[in-house]
């Protein structure tokens, strides 16, 4: 039987944030105005970085790609 080590909520730490160009800490700056929170951040091998953000009041998860560009219609799948 294998446990599930996932539980709980991610910590955000400075080395988190210091993944994410200026450019996407800008965009997720202005978007924390309205809800938005950096849930975590994706940075695959040889790919650009991407931030995963969701916005709990409208039940709602979106991605800023590197260039600082908000994206609510992406293909990406997430487990709740």
Known sequence: ?????RTGNPVLTRETFSYLSQQ???TLNRLERF???????????????TAVISNPEI??????????TFITDHDLFFRN
């Open 35 to 49: 809800g938005w929170n950096l849930k975590f951040v994706r940075h695959p091998l040889f790919q650009d970085v």
């Open 59 to 68: 039940s709602d998860v979106a991605i800023i790609e590197d260039d600082g």
């Open 1 to 5: 039987m294998t446990r599930e080590r």
């Open 24 to 26: 996407q800490l800008s």
